[in-house]
């Protein structure tokens, strides 16, 4: 089996940085792919960027293009996101998904069921 663990969340002011990572051990697929989501208070889980650790492609939300950046460190496993310029619509615990179906595609990468792994989500809050 795969497990994910996610950390790095908490209570930053619009305008904050934080960086998200993502452990993921047990029994990975050769190549894999990792997301990361989100679910804001009230609302339905939504992409916001994933990574292959094959060839580093990656795909993000067009709503936290050029301020989120997703990276892999592929002898750790460990995928990161790292948010700039926090905003207020961007609260809510943030996921990171597995999938072991490849490639990922550019029309359903942020959709859920194209994972098999979850992680148990870690929450970041932005005042204001």
């Known amino acids: 089996q795969v497990q994910l663990v996610e950390s790095g969340g908490g209570l930053v002011q619009p305008g904050g940085s934080l960086t998200l990572s993502c452990a993921a051990s047990?029994?990975?697929?050769?190549?894999?792919?990792i997301a990361w989501f989100r679910r804001a208070a009230g609302k339905e889980r939504e992409g916001v960027s994933c990574?292959?650790?094959?060839?580093?492609?990656?795909y993000d939300a067009e709503s936290v293009r050029g301020r989120f950046s997703i990276s892999i460190d592929n002898a750790k496993n460990n995928v990161y996101l790292e948010m700039k310029n926090l905003k207020p619509e961007d609260p809510g615990v943030y996921y990171c998904a597995y999938t072991a179906v490849m490639p990922i595609l550019r029309w359903s990468w942020n959709d859920v069921s194209e994972y098999q792994v979850w992680g148990q989500g870690t929450q970041v809050t932005v005042s204001g």
């Open positions: 990574i292959q650790s094959s060839d580093h492609d990656t």
């Open positions: 047990g029994s990975l697929a050769e190549y894999y792919g």
